[in-house]
């Protein structure tokens, strides 16, 4: 009769410790390949060429991930704001009755978006209603393309900020299609900076080009 001999609970232990340490090594490794392409494309806009470019938007650093609050769409429907994640997003904030830097900011979002060509599928123009005051009639048609929805206020406020000295209704900003919220544009936005903010926009879509395809607006 052969006699084996028992293992030792300290050998058992340390071989565990090994396969649990090389589990999680490939875990990692898996994580690393799958966010390479994004690592790479940020490395790419905001570190290896800085010098070649002069932001016009401000980047926003740490990004901002979008909230997990509640939005209201014109008709009614709830809607999750992370299900607005898979796009890059072009967003205002206003009040309903959206006075004539609102709607001057809606338009400007309506051409930015629809002078990116093919890339303007990747892009959706977001127009946050801050209050309880109804979106007048005569707008709705000019906002068939927008996503329009109705967050509270105090919620927005605790996720995007404005420049010093100004409202959140001042500004237009940039989301990724991550979610985070990555550049604010300057105050008073007229045509020649909506011409800037395009530069900036293109050049992130083309960074982004190898991992973000066209999302929800893709026909």
Request: charged residues 25%; hydrophobic residues 60%; positive net charge.
């Given at each position: 009769m052969t006699v084996h001999s028992l293992p030792v609970p300290q050998e058992a232990?340390?071989?565990?410790?090994?396969r649990t340490a090389?589990?999680?090594?490939?875990?990692?490794?898996?994580?690393?390949?799958?966010?390479?392409?994004?690592?790479a494309s940020y490395l790419t806009y905001y570190v290896i060429r800085p010098e070649a470019r002069r932001n016009y938007g401000v980047l926003i650093e740490p990004q901002r991930p979008l909230p997990a609050a509640a939005a209201t769409a014109l008709d009614g429907k709830a809607v999750p704001l992370p299900s607005l994640k898979g796009q890059w997003l072009l967003v205002s904030v206003a009040g309903g009755a959206c006075d004539a830097d609102c709607e001057r900011h809606l338009w400007l979002q309506r051409q930015l978006r629809?002078?990116?060509g093919a890339d303007k599928e990747r892009v959706d123009w977001v127009w946050f209603v801050s209050d309880g005051a109804p979106v007048r009639e005569a707008l709705r048609p000019a906002l068939a393309q927008a996503t329009?929805?109705?967050?509270?206020?105090?919620?927005?406020?605790?996720?995007?900020a404005p420049a010093s000295g100004h409202a959140l209704s001042d500004h237009l900003y940039l989301v990724d299609p991550m979610g985070n919220w990555m550049m604010r544009f300057p105050a008073g936005?007229?045509?020649?900076?909506?011409?800037?903010?395009?530069?900036?926009v293109e050049r992130l879509l083309r960074a982004s080009a190898s991992w973000d395809q066209p999302g929800r607006n893709a026909p």
């Open positions: 232990l340390a071989r565990d410790a090994q090389r589990g999680r090594w490939r875990m990692l490794l898996v994580l690393l390949v799958c966010a390479a392409p994004v690592i629809e002078s990116l329009v929805l109705r967050v509270d206020g105090a919620a927005l406020a605790q996720w995007l936005l007229d045509i020649a900076g909506a011409a800037k903010a395009k530069r900036d």
